[in-house]
């Protein structure tokens, strides 16, 4: 993948989850802030971004949206999980 | 009747068919709108088809302790504390939300819907009565639902330490009466 193509691949991640993201907004804010992870804050700006502003915000080199699980912790539960049909309970 | 208000009136009646839909019992409806038990009573005859099952509500606090149900409760209190400290919603509201987002995760997941509508409203009451607790865990750091009276410095939740007949009952094996996916719809 070159250079070129990336960043297209980078701003249609990013257009996708910005339409969604401001589609959950608008629906049901508090469960949109909970699923994207933001703030009450934040997701005020997101449910006024007008599609111009949203154009701009996504037309850039770095992802929007950033990795959920933080925890190196958990995220190493999740991965070596060798008692996996227990913890699916 | 107590309420004067119109409007006030249908946002309960929708709130409380609502909670019908999601498996809420009688005694629930009651306490949180103001609508009166014969209203309540017909609202529950005409989205369920029959009438409200009678007795008590489950009261148990021990049940949110045993294995299983607390790794779901807990689940549930995460999204619900998350809920409170993040957004304006609060009360049933906040309660409501919650057990969608907790119901949503169940079906993703394709688990079994171990907590009932009516069970999270009273898991929630107990937290606010602080019968019951968010404790953090030692080891992974994640909050789980623990008494709150019990000494818990150095608490490890049960998917940390999984007993080792965890999820093995055989009642865990028969057909669960409720599906999350068509709570969810309803």
């Known amino acids: 993948m070159n250079p070129e193509q990336m960043t297209e691949e980078i701003r249609e991640v990013n257009l996708s989850y910005m339409l969604l993201a401001r589609q959950m907004v608008q629906q049901d804010k508090a469960s949109a802030i909970y699923r994207l992870g933001i703030s009450k804050e934040v997701a005020d700006i997101i449910d006024n971004l007008s599609h111009g502003q949203i154009l701009k915000m996504v037309a850039a080199n770095l992802l929007l949206c950033r990795f959920r699980i933080d925890d190196r912790l958990i995220l190493e539960m999740l991965a070596n999980n060798n008692r996996s049909h227990a913890m699916s309970q | 009747m107590r309420n004067k208000s119109m409007l006030t009136e249908s946002r309960q009646i929708q709130m409380a068919s609502e909670l019908i839909r999601l498996g809420a019992r009688l005694q629930l409806l009651e306490t949180e709108t103001d609508l009166s038990r014969e209203r309540l009573l017909k609202l529950y005859k005409e989205i369920k088809g029959v009438s409200p099952p009678k007795g008590m509500l489950p ?6 302790l045993s294995w299983q149900a607390n790794i779901h ?3 549930f209190v995460d999204i619900y504390r998350y809920l ?3 957004t304006d919603s609060r009360g049933i509201d906040a309660t409501i939300k919650s057990y969608k987002l907790y119901l949503e995760h169940v079906v993703a997941g394709e688990l079994d819907c171990v907590l009932s509508m009516t069970r999270a409203w009273t898991l929630v009451r107990f937290l606010e009565g602080r019968v019951l607790k968010a404790v953090p865990c030692a080891k992974c750091g994640g909050h789980f639902v623990m008494h709150a009276q019990d000494l818990h410095a150095d608490y ?3 998917l940390c330490n999984v007993p080792s007949r965890a999820g093995k009952t055989k009642k865990e094996k028969q057909a669960n009466p409720m599906d999350a996916s068509k709570l969810l719809a309803a």
């Open chain 2, 59 to 64: 009261f148990s606090v021990d049940w949110f």
């Open chain 2, 73 to 75: 409760s807990s689940l």
């Open chain 2, 84 to 86: 409170l400290a993040h």
């Open chain 2, 156 to 158: 490890v939740c049960g």
